[in-house]
C-alpha cells in the first residue's frame, strides 16, 4: 500500500531530509573531510545487512582475488559513496552545480551528436557509477537542452518532490519508470535523448537472463527493443571520478546488425550493453553500487526468484 502524503511518518522523513539539506548548506567545505569520515563509520557501524551485501558480492565477483584486496576494496566503497553523498547533499543544500561543471571532463560528445543526426533520438544507457545523477547535468550542459530520465519514484512523496526539483535544475526532465514506454516514445519521437540505467536487478517478466561477473543476472532489456524494434541508436555513457576531476565519457554508438525482437536478439544485445558496463566497473570497482542486489532474480533453474528490486 502506498504511504499516504500526509503521514506523521512521511513528515518524520522530510524533517529529517530537509534538515540534513540544511546543515549542508552551511557546513564549510573544510568540514567535508570530517563528515566524509564519519558517515564512513556510520556506514560500516550502522548498516550490518548492506556490508554482508558488499562483502558476498565481491566475493563472488572477484572469487580469485586475495581476502585483503577485497576488503580494502570494500573501505574504498564505502569512501566512494560517501564522498558522493556528501557532494549531492551540499549541491542540493547551495545550488551549487556550477562547481561540478568547472572541474568536469567531458569526451566523446560527437559519438551522442552523430547519433541524433539520424533523426530518430538516442536512448544513453549508463549504471549506477561513480556519480551517475552528475551525468545528465553534463550532457544537457553540453547539448544545451534537457535530457529525459527514467526513474522510479521514491517512497516518501514529499521527499520525490525536492529530489525531482533538483534533478530538473540539473537537466532532467524526469519520466517515471512505470507505463513510460508511450512517453519514451514520444520524446524519441522529437529526436530527444532518454537516459536509462540498465544496471539494476529486474524482474524476470521485465527483463533477460545475462553474465555479469560470471552470474546469471536479469536485466532490463528495454534498450535492446527500443533498438531492434525501432532502430533507436544505443549510446553508452559513463562517468567516473579521477581524484578531484568528474570524467564523463560517452562511448560510440552500439553497432548491432539484427533486427526485429526475437529473444534471442534481445539477450544478444543486452549482454553487449552488460559487457561495456562490467567493463567500466572493473576500471574502477570502488565506483559502482555493490549495496545493490543485483542477482536477486535468479533463472528458473536456479530456484526463479522473483522478488520486486
Not at 564523463?248 to 561495456?276: K, N, Y
Not at 543485483?294 to 522478488?307: A, F, M, Y
Request: glycine content about 8%; some cysteine.
Amino acid at each position: 500500500m502506498p504511504k499516504r502524503k500526509g503521514s506523521c511518518k512521511i513528515r518524520l522523513e522530510h524533517a529529517l531530509f530537509a534538515g540534513a539539506l540544511s546543515l549542508a548548506r552551511v557546513s564549510p567545505p573544510r568540514a567535508l573531510a570530517l563528515e566524509r569520515r564519519a558517515l564512513v563509520a556510520l556506514l560500516r557501524l550502522g548498516g550490518h545487512r548492506h556490508a554482508q551485501r558488499v562483502a558476498r558480492n565481491l566475493a563472488l565477483s572477484f572469487p580469485g582475488a586475495a581476502p585483503a584486496w577485497r576488503q580494502d576494496l570494500q573501505g574504498r566503497v564505502y569512501d566512494h559513496f560517501a564522498a558522493v553523498f556528501l557532494e549531492l547533499a551540499h549541491a542540493f543544500g547551495r545550488n551549487a552545480t556550477r562547481a561540478v561543471l568547472e572541474r568536469a571532463r567531458v569526451s566523446g560528445m560527437e559519438n551522442l551528436e552523430r547519433a541524433l543526426g539520424k533523426g530518430r533520438g538516442a536512448v544513453v544507457f549508463s549504471a549506477h557509477f561513480g556519480n551517475w545523477e552528475w551525468l545528465p547535468l553534463l550532457l544537457s550542459d553540453r547539448l544545451g537542452r534537457p535530457v529525459h530520465s527514467v526513474a522510479r519514484p521514491m517512497d516518501n512523496p514529499l521527499i520525490e518532490a525536492r529530489v525531482r526539483a533538483f534533478r530538473e535544475a540539473l537537466g532532467s526532465r524526469i519520466i517515471y519508470k512505470q507505463g513510460s514506454l508511450r512517453t519514451i516514445l514520444k520524446r524519441l519521437a522529437e529526436n530527444e535523448v532518454v537516459y536509462l540505467l540498465i544496471d539494476q536487478n529486474a524482474v524476470a517478466r521485465e527483463g533477460v537472463f545475462v553474465d555479469f561477473f560470471g552470474r546469471p543476472a536479469a536485466t532490463v532489456a528495454t534498450p535492446a527493443q527500443l533498438h531492434l524494434k525501432k532502430g533507436i541508436p544505443l549510446v553508452p555513457a559513463f562517468l567516473h571520478y579521477e581524484k578531484e576531476e568528474v570524467v564523463l565519457e560517452v562511448l560510440p554508438e552500439i553497432g548491432f546488425s539484427a533486427r526485429g525482437d526475437e529473444p534471442a536478439a534481445v539477450t544478444r544485445l543486452t549482454q553487449e550493453l552488460t559487457r561495456l558496463i562490467e567493463e567500466q566497473v572493473r576500471r574502477f570497482p570502488e565506483q559502482w553500487l555493490w549495496f545493490h542486489d543485483r542477482w536477486r532474480t535468479r533463472p528458473p533453474e536456479q530456484g526463479g526468484s522473483h522478488e520486486s528490486p
